[in-house]
């Protein structure tokens, strides 16, 4: 591979010795990873079903390798949202943040979703995810991801960074950033890669970090962290910005991110404080580990004396359409505790707000809360993104069908798919919850052992 020669100088410079190590791991395959859901599955449960041969990544406990010939992408359990495809070094960001259960969290830079995905896993159904991008149109598959792992406490928005901290000042438990950059560590991966490096440098998106930094500090709590992370080797974007965020607030420290086989430290040679600080960074290299190139850094914020913890945000307003009856009745039946106090109406569709959320009008929002479906005339009809929320044993009226089963794919295609005698006469006529071994794929309409697909057009296998 054809590097660029400015790039090649620089990484000389800064790997010594090391370097031809690097350019060696350009002749490697890149290494392929899934990350398995622990909203919907345990690790060991989802060991015990997986068709692949897994094997773990060290600083992901939910983090496997798979084979390169495996296609994880094409098969019920992906639909299903038991796992992410996720590039190994990627995981670190998102499993490194201790977020607790109760935190209010921000992913501020999320499109698609990988460690969105990952940090509302940790939230088990509690506290407050905002997950923004600043492109709508990767905040809609931000969304879709959400929505596949049944995420019921978030909020995806799109916004820039300073429109969301004049919103939310001194708001979150736990911040992450994982920007945008020259991607120098995605160069083996995606060839194309090197161009746009070559177009840009790193000035470009020194910038940018930068920018993002100073409204992320405004955002934080006194005890809260931020997290920072790149998929570059560049100086600039990396300890020397870790300095420039320090240098926000004298009350943000760095915090010490372990150790794994083939991490590295920080560098403060390479920043411009000589900070020997930022040895608590962390950096991953393509030469030394399975991995793409990344690098991590947790920063604190401590408690003065005598601060307040947060500063009060209005809290959400609640329209003053009613549920239908049909609505109230359907979601009533199910086996899930739903504060009926919490439904919010807009314009027929029906939403589940998350506790405490915050008043979030004027921002430009792609979901807040769980969708749970549509008010229609003698009738509601349930949402994709309910059906992905719930446990099969929530819903009233459930077809079971083995992975083996042909029927699980033309679902997933959106045809119509029929039950035997025997199946349907378990079932009830109407709205029943398609499951593959127990985890929910969609909703479909049963009438006498024939399906009618409600799957959502969006999502379909192709």
């Known amino acids: 591979m054809e590097l660029p020669v400015a790039f090649e100088q620089k990484m000389k410079e800064m790997l010594g010795p090391d370097y031809e190590n690097y350019l060696a791991s350009f002749a490697e395959d890149a290494h392929q990873g899934l990350r398995v859901n622990t909203a919907k599955i345990s690790v060991e449960e ?41 590039e190994p070094s990627a995981m670190t960001t998102a499993s490194l943040l201790p977020v607790e259960e109760g935190d209010i969290v921000l992913d501020l830079c999320a499109a698609p979703g990988g460690k969105s995905t990952e940090l509302a896993a940790k939230l ?48 979150f438990d736990k911040i992450l950033i994982d920007a945008p950059c020259s991607g120098e560590g995605m160069f083996r991966k995606q060839n194309n890669m090197t161009k746009a490096w070559e177009s840009n440098g790193v000035d470009l998106f020194v910038g940018l970090q930068r920018s993002i930094l100073k409204e992320a500090v405004t955002m934080l709590k006194p005890g809260g962290m931020i997290i920072y992370s ?52 962390r950096r991953l290299w393509p030469h030394r580990l399975k991995g793409e190139g ?29 549920l239908s009856k049909e609505a109230e009745e359907f979601i009533r039946s199910l086996a899930y505790p739903f504060d009926m106090s919490r439904m919010d109406v807009q314009k027929e569709r029906v939403f589940y707000i998350p506790k405490h959320m915050p008043y979030v009008k004027g921002l430009r929002i792609l979901r807040c809360g769980l969708y749970m479906g549509d008010m229609k005339k003698n009738r509601f009809e349930p949402s994709q993104s309910l059906a992905m929320f719930l446990h099969a044993n929530e819903f009233p009226n459930v077809v079971e069908l083995p992975v083996s089963d042909e029927r699980v794919v033309r679902y997933l295609k959106g045809e119509t798919i029929e039950l035997s005698e025997q199946e349907s006469s378990a079932l009830k006529d109407g709205i029943c919850l398609i499951c593959v071994e127990g ?5 479909g309409k049963n009438s006498r052992g024939r399906i009618k697909n409600k799957y959502l057009p969006g999502w379909r296998w192709m």
């Open 294 to 322: 990344h690098f991590v850094a947790l920063v604190r914020k401590r408690v003065r004396d005598n601060e307040f913890a947060a500063c009060p945000v209005s809290e959400y307003v609640f329209s003053k359409e009613k």
């Open 439 to 443: 985890y929910p794929l969609g909703f």
């Open 124 to 171: 088990h159904g509690t506290g407050i995810l905002v997950t923004n991008d600043i492109s709508n149109s990767r905040a809609k598959a931000l969304l879709k991801n959400i929505e596949v792992f049944g995420i019921g406490n978030a909020v995806v928005t799109s916004e820039p960074p300073n429109t969301l901290a004049k919103r939310f000042p001194v708001f």
């Open 46 to 86: 989802f060991l015990e079903i997986t068709p692949y041969k897994l094997k773990p990544v060290a600083w992901c406990p939910n983090g496997f390798y798979y084979e390169k010939q495996e296609k994880p992408a094409k098969h019920p359990y992906y639909f299903a949202g038991l796992y992410y495809i996720q």
């Open 230 to 281: 790149t998929c570059t080797f560049s100086k600039e974007e990396n300890e020397q910005s870790i300095e420039y965020l320090l240098s926000l607030d004298d009350a943000l420290e760095l915090v010490e991110l372990p150790m794994f086989d083939g991490f590295d430290t920080g560098h403060p040679e390479w920043g411009n404080t000589g900070n020997e600080e930022l040895r608590k960074c």
